[in-house]
């Protein structure tokens, strides 16, 4: 029994990639990725502070398999590591990119896009693929003193897993919000992010968890 949270003013509640793509009908469709809407607009209710990501690509992006003639979720070698191949999702400024119609969260005050090289995945809403490009994210919660995150979305294993790593190497105390996330699950990537989020002390809660 863990002891319930209460929010602080230095909290953020950071809503990772909730995007038409990302749901049922979608490009890349997480399975059952809608059903995180509605815990998420509750969730956020209750955050003064909430920042949203958008995966943003470029036609042509090298994470797309048809870039390379290739099929969906092969996996091929880029000059920054493995990169599994998607397919072409959350195209700058089409439907599939855009958040969810049914998110209600007015109040968010960043929305913060990524994976816009053309040449480069970025999964975690803080650094590109090559684990050094940084997206701005950790300097913005900084400068505004943020000490905690709270990390709900799409998809766990991916974009929720390396942004929750990311912060909490960054010194935020990081907790990813389970019920409020759906997971991509290929080649054992749920088990290798619950593995991770175990041995790095990111927290994992529930939406019950809060006060
Ligand atoms: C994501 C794969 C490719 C995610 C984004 O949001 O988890 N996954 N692009
Ligand atoms: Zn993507």
Sequence with gaps: MTTS?????DDILLVVDVQNDFCPGGR????RGDEVVAPINEL??????VVLTQDWHPPGHRSFASTHGRSPYETIAAPYGPQILWPDHCVQATHGAAL????RIPHAQLILRKGFR???DSYSAF?????????????YLRERGFQ??????LAL????????EDAQAQGFTTNVVDDACRAIDVEGSVEAARGSFAERRIETRTTRSFA
Excluded: M, Q, W
């Design 100 to 103: 969810h119609s049914d998110l």
């Design 28 to 31: 890349l469709a997480v399975p």
């Design 157 to 164: 294993d991916f974009c929720v897993r390396y942004s929750a």
């Design 5 to 9: 949270i209460k929010i602080a003013a």
């Design 44 to 49: 956020a209710r209750r955050f003064e502070h």
């Design 127 to 139: 650094f590109e693929n090559d684990r050094t490009t940084p997206t701005g994210l950790g300097g």
């Design 148 to 153: 905690r995150i709270f990390i709900a979305g």
């Design 118 to 120: 053309p040449g480069i």
